[in-house]
């Protein structure tokens, strides 16, 4: 049975917002999915300051290729596709306690042509 696998880098995910403390950003090294299947990737927001407040930006890279800008997520009223990115593709986010304070991009009806890195970058600004 073939799987694709779906890595995930955190590329130094450090981020660019001016305050007195900046957070980070970590991802797990690689995650792994059945063609068809479902997938969510996270992204955890260094404790000290809550997700909510902030736009996550996802991005996927395949090998040889510039970054592909899929979408942002601040929350249900405050998120953006980015253009000819499948619904397939979706962000979402815990804030049900501070040591949550995750962000997921879930990818579903995988196919192989999403074998790809996956990073995540944090914003004060939608796009």
């Known amino acids: 049975e073939s799987c694709t696998h779906i890595l995930i880098l955190s590329l130094g995910s450090l981020l660019l917002i001016v305050a007195s403390t900046q957070p980070t950003l970590t991802q797990p090294a690689s995650e792994s999915v059945p063609p068809g299947g479902t997938i969510k990737l996270s992204c955890i927001m260094s404790s000290g300051t809550s997700i909510s407040g902030y736009y996550i930006h996802w991005f996927q890279q395949t090998a040889g290729n510039p970054p592909r800008y899929l979408l942002y997520y ?11 990115v499948p619904a397939r593709f979706s962000a979402s986010k815990d804030t049900s306690k501070a040591s949550t304070n995750t ?25």
């Open 74 to 84: 601040k929350d249900e009223s405050s998120k953006h596709q980015g253009s000819g």
């Open 103 to 127: 962000c997921y991009l879930a990818i579903s009806a995988v196919e192989a042509e999403d074998e790809a890195s996956y990073y995540c970058l944090i914003s004060s600004g939608g796009e």
